[in-house]
């Protein structure tokens, strides 16, 4: 009995798990907060969407990993479809100008928030048969980002810039960690930077953006009114916050409180220390994701290994563009801060990544 606790055990990272548990009993808390002054419905169904996605954690800790391995060519198949049906007339749900949702009764797909985990499967499939070749081979590595284009551009015709863009970062730093060579990618990052400038010339939203990102004081009832309310929550929570429950800015002048800029809600009622003990408990938990890649590269599970390093990667990536919009370092983008904003499928997509990266560390120990 006793030498099968010690094993199970053994099978549990409890730094990752406790960091987990503290950052979501975080966001629960944040959209309590947030909820009693902007939509006192938002806790119950934040619960619901908990209980979800603790059962997703729980089915995904439970199944073996070969069997993503297994189907990682169809994981990508299904994120190609989930994202074409959204922008079918009729089909998707259009909402604030963009059609990113599909209506399933009483609950919303985003099919952008499966595709981050679909690809990121396919990506791990393919370079465990494959990642030998990256360097030296063209070919092998025109192939996943021939693939990943595929889902950017479907993304970028909800529109969904911002997960398009943390979505393909995060691709490209994980084929760079497989092997591929730095000079690879210079064409890609030119034409990457050209299409870039030219999405955003192109859309007169996306350059208000711009405009109120580089001088939002000048702009503070148009294009910078967002993060101008954001900038005020920073300065009014000083070093210790308000209190928590007794912030301002959510009540009716901070757009897409409870989401978007939940760091903002977080800065201004517990203060700069509470903000930066927030981004201490981030860091740590992608360190220990990316520790538990190498681990299982070092035992030779290869997919498991990659799979955690790109689910590591996206919500670093994820986390520092949140963050960044909040603080005014980075232009305005609808990205969630992982697992402390409301909603159901970021929070229900991102459990399930972490229970893939707890049945890595698990697989792992068997070695």
Request: aromatic fraction near 10%; include cysteine; glycine fraction near 12%.
């Amino acid at each position: 009995m006793s030498t099968r606790m010690n094993s199970l055990s053994d099978r549990i990272d409890y730094p990752l798990l406790m960091t987990w548990l503290l950052i979501l009993a975080l966001g629960t808390v944040m959209v309590t907060s947030t909820g009693i002054a902007v939509d006192p419905g938002l806790l119950p169904r934040q619960g619901v969407y908990l209980a979800l996605a603790l059962m997703a954690f729980a089915v995904a800790v439970l199944m073996p990993l070969r069997f993503w391995q297994a189907t990682h060519r169809f994981a990508w198949l299904l994120a190609v479809l989930l994202c074409t049906l959204v922008v079918v007339p009729g089909i998707g749900l259009e909402a604030k100008g963009a059609q990113r949702w599909i209506p399933l009764g009483g609950f919303t797909l985003q099919p952008a928030e499966v595709a981050k985990l679909l690809l990121l499967i396919y990506l791990a499939g393919y370079l465990a048969r494959f990642d030998e070749l990256i360097a030296d081979d063209s070919l092998a590595l025109v192939k996943p980002l021939g693939m990943v284009g595929v889902i950017f551009v479907l993304l970028m015709l909800q529109p969904d810039f911002g997960t398009a863009v943390v979505l393909a970062a995060a691709a490209c730093a994980l084929l760079f960690l497989a092997g591929a060579r730095l000079r690879h990618y210079l064409l890609v990052l030119v034409l990457g930077t050209l299409a870039f400038m030219l999405l955003i010339y192109l859309e007169p939203y996306r350059m208000a953006r711009v405009l109120g990102f580089l001088d939002p004081w000048a702009q503070a009832t148009g294009g910078g009114y967002q993060l101008t309310q954001a900038l005020i929550a920073f300065g009014r929570g000083e070093t210790f916050g308000l209190g928590l429950g007794e912030g301002i800015q959510k009540l009716a002048y901070l757009p897409e409180a409870e989401t978007d800029f939940i760091f903002a809600v977080i800065a201004e009622e517990l203060g700069l220390v509470g903000a930066v003990g927030v981004i201490g408990l981030f860091a740590f938990f992608i360190v220990r994701m990316l520790r538990i890649g190498r681990l299982a590269l070092e035992v030779g599970d290869k997919f498991a290994g990659y799979l955690v390093y790109g689910i590591a990667l996206l919500f670093g990536l994820q986390t520092m563009v949140n963050l960044g919009v909040n603080t005014g370092v980075l232009p305005t983008k609808g990205l969630t801060l992982p697992f402390v904003s409301y909603g159901g499928n970021s929070l229900i997509i991102s459990c399930v990544m972490l229970g893939l990266v707890c049945r890595a560390w698990w697989e792992a120990q068997d070695g």
